[in-house]
């Protein structure tokens, strides 16, 4: 069982920055993908941003070029740098990291992102 650690959320005031980290219990050298979702109150989870094995990555409509997810292999960690927050961007942000490609997704437990004035 993968653990997932998220830290990095807070209070930003509109047009701030944020960087969320997420560390795995086990490498991430080979794995499938990992990836933020975020969700905010009475809405569906909805991804943010992934990252394969293969270092291809892919982002929500909302957040490109906003957003950039990267990840350190030697750290077992994936970043999400978020740029020129806005209220809308505020939800709870999860990492999710999938082993393999038909594999079962695991979660963190979350941190809070508050984009507001």
């Known amino acids: 069982q993968v653990q997932l650690v998220e830290s990095g959320g807070g209070l930003v005031q509109p047009g701030g920055s944020l960087r969320l980290s997420c560390v795995a219990s086990e490498s991430i050298f080979n794995i499938y993908a990992m990836g933020w979702y975020r969700q905010a109150p009475g809405k569906q989870r909805e991804l943010v941003a992934g990252?394969?094995?293969?270092?291809?990555?892919n982002y929500g409509d909302s957040v490109k070029g906003r957003f950039t997810i990267s990840r350190d292999n030697a750290k077992n960690t994936v970043y999400l740098q978020m740029n020129s927050l806005q209220p809308e961007d505020t939800a709870i942000y999860y990492c999710?990291?999938?082993?393999?490609?038909?594999?079962?997704?695991?979660w963190g437990q979350g941190t809070q992102v508050t984009v507001s004035s």
């Open positions: 999710c990291l999938r082993r393999t490609v038909l594999g079962k997704n695991y």
């Open positions: 990252v394969t094995g293969g270092g291809s990555t």
